[in-house]
């Protein structure tokens, strides 16, 4: 137990209102706050202590779960995006990032309506095979109901020892229907860059043109888009697929690190805002070696964050990325969040900015109008999940196994004829062939998002 823990009350409510007050006195020198917070802070160290003393259930209560549930509850009422992160839930944060954990391989958000949200099943995981699509909102959790539980207290739910299962009950807007999912947990492995067969072999899927997936942003995400690249270059790539669609997102620097790799040096990728000067910045690309091909870019619903900005940039670069974005309105998730580390092993995750395209449009809440618009219907998009998912249709009876393989990816299906069409204008890579192959082919689209 730490000294802090064996502090009596008065001891404890004097450190306290000593540490508060000198750090009052130099916050208002430095900024003439009109508002003192004193007063509130001697209320919050009076409840905390009432707490302790008269809760008929707290004879264990500890200041350490007190406060970590005070600061839990002082980071919800901000946005559904920030978020105190006890020590575990730190970890499990860094291992997203760093390329494994255990669990059922499903990214989750707070919607705007509050709701606990599938922003995208990760690929060849529990939740993808199964057939969890992005926009499916979780009711339950093993039973239990889970539509206004706390983020971190539902990805602690849902991740757990390899082989152990747990129940998810989904409801799906577009259909109205609730469903419930047994899912095993499994060691998911990170794997963010993949072919068009969900392997690393990147062979062309039609007459010089590559085809890269990139599931979401980690570490590795951008060196490993550069061996890839590489591969398909030494087989005579002239124009490529980008997919990007159910990317959640994940790092930020890698996703300027990503659209860079088709920019010239200098060129602004992202900026951006927040309150004070330190969170106002731009990115800007490094690379020497820009590529010079024409570039479709997939996206979707579960296209969030990381995934808008690389879209956004090369879509409003178009005219030196030679980039056209197909697909469907992307999530709209447009906001910085900064992790920041606490002495206890806990840390903030603080929204701390919003992030703009290289033209100041915002995503955040509006996310990526595709220049050409190709829906896709829920049931057609989980075939083509087990369809990429190794071994996905293995648990399906024969009729159903069949369907799915008959599902054609409608969208990719675009990107390829209008690479066709783009490479008839690109030979020198002139803008203008580009635009007009792209006007023309949105004109035949349908002109409204679903």
Do not use: W
């Not at 890839?228 to 994940?250: F, H, I, T």
């Not at 075939?383 to 009876?397: H, P, V």
Request: aromatic share 6%; glycine share 8%.
């Amino acid at each position: 137990m730490s000294k802090k823990i064996l502090f009596g009350s008065a001891a404890f409510l004097l450190a306290l209102n000593l540490f508060f007050g000198t750090q009052i006195h130099l916050y208002s020198a430095q900024s003439g706050e009109k508002e003192n917070p004193y007063e509130q802070y001697r209320v919050f160290t009076e409840v905390l202590e009432k707490v302790r003393q008269d809760y008929v259930d707290g004879t264990n209560l500890t200041y350490k779960e007190l406060i970590h549930g005070a600061l839990k509850g002082m980071l919800g009422t901000l946005d559904p995006h920030s978020e105190f992160m006890p020590p575990v839930a730190y970890k499990d944060l860094k291992d997203d990032t760093q390329g494994e954990f255990s669990g059922v391989g499903i990214v989750v958000s707070v919607s705007r309506e509050k709701f606990l949200t599938v922003v995208a099943p990760m690929d060849d995981s529990p939740g993808y095979k199964a057939g969890i699509l992005p926009g499916d909102r979780i009711v339950k959790i093993d039973g239990k109901n889970a539509e206004k539980l706390p983020l971190d207290e539902a990805v602690k739910r849902l991740r757990g020892k390899t082989g152990t299962d747990v129940t998810l009950t989904l409801f799906r807007a577009s259909n109205g229907e609730t469903k419930d999912y047994k899912l095993v947990r499994e060691t998911i492995r990170v794997s963010t860059i993949k072919d068009h067969n969900g392997r690393s072999e990147f062979p062309l899927i039609s007459d010089k043109t590559g085809y890269v997936r990139i599931s979401q942003f980690g570490e590795q995400t951008a060196s490993d888009l550069e061996v890839a690249l590489q591969k398909l270059e030494k087989n005579g790539m002239q124009s490529l697929v980008l997919d990007l669609r159910g990317n959640p997102g994940g790092l930020l620097e890698q996703a300027g690190q990503v659209a860079e790799k088709f920019l010239p040096r200098g060129q602004l990728v992202v900026s951006t805002e927040g309150r004070g000067a330190t969170q106002k910045s731009e990115y800007r690309s490094r690379t020497r070696n820009q590529r010079k091909l024409p570039i479709v870019v997939l996206v979707n619903g579960g296209s969030a964050s990381a995934a808008e900005i690389v879209a956004g940039c090369l879509q409003d670069l178009q005219s030196i990325t030679h980039a056209v974005v197909i697909g469907e309105q992307t999530f709209g998730k447009g906001s910085v969040q900064s992790i920041l580390p606490l002495p206890d092993g806990s840390a903030l995750r603080l929204t701390t900015a919003k992030y703009y395209t290289p033209s100041h449009k915002v995503i955040h809440e509006k996310g990526i109008t595709p220049d050409i618009i190709v829906p896709m219907s829920d049931e057609d998009e989980r075939a083509l999940a087990l369809q990429r998912s190794l071994g996905g249709t293995e648990s399906l009876d024969d009729a159903e196994r069949d369907r799915v393989r008959a599902v054609r990816d409608v969208q990719l299906d675009r990107a390829v004829d209008l690479l066709k069409g783009l490479s008839v204008f690109t030979q020198r890579l002139e803008p203008a062939g580009i635009k007009k192959v792209a006007d023309a082919a949105k004109a035949l689209s349908d002109p409204k998002p679903r």
